[in-house]
Nanobody
Framework: QVQLVESGGGLVQAGGSLRLSCAAS????????MGWFRQAPGKEREFVAG????????KYADSVKGRFTISRDNAKNTVYLQMNYLKPDDTAVYYC????????????????????WGQGTQVTVSS
């Protein structure tokens, strides 16, 4: 069982930056692929970025490539999402997720690939 707690959300103007953090419980953090998803009002939850456990392979949604960076610190059991050049369309609740799928598999970008979820943190980008 993994517990995930997100932090770092808030209100920012368009063009600004935020860094989200997700702290995970447990001693096997490096064995999990971690992901960030987001859900805007009235929309489906969508994949944003993912990073594998120890090889640090990454995957991004096209909508955030070049603006967002996912990283992790296995010594701190934490995964980060650095968000730059934010747009109003980035407004959503951002969720951290963990997957038990082997790192030999490519990073997944669908909800069912992930086993554990945090409660989410709100990001609001004003125009």
């Amino acid at each position: 069982q993994v517990q995930l707690v997100e932090s770092g959300g808030g209100l920012v103007q368009a063009g600004g930056s935020l860094r989200l953090s997700c702290a995970a419980s447990g001693r096997t953090f490096s064995s999990y692929t971690m992901g960030w998803f987001r859900q805007a009002p009235g929309k489906e939850r969508e994949f944003v970025a993912g990073i594998s456990g120890s090889r640090f392979s990454t995957k991004y949604a096209d909508s955030v490539k070049g603006r967002f960076t996912i990283s992790r610190d296995n010594a701190k059991n934490t995964v980060y999402l650095q968000m730059n050049y934010l747009k109003p369309d980035d407004t959503a609740v951002y969720y951290c997720a963990a997957s038990r799928v082997s790192e030999r598999q490519p990073v997944g970008d669908w909800r069912q690939w992930y086993d554990y979820w945090g409660q989410g943190t709100q990001v609001t980008v004003s125009s």
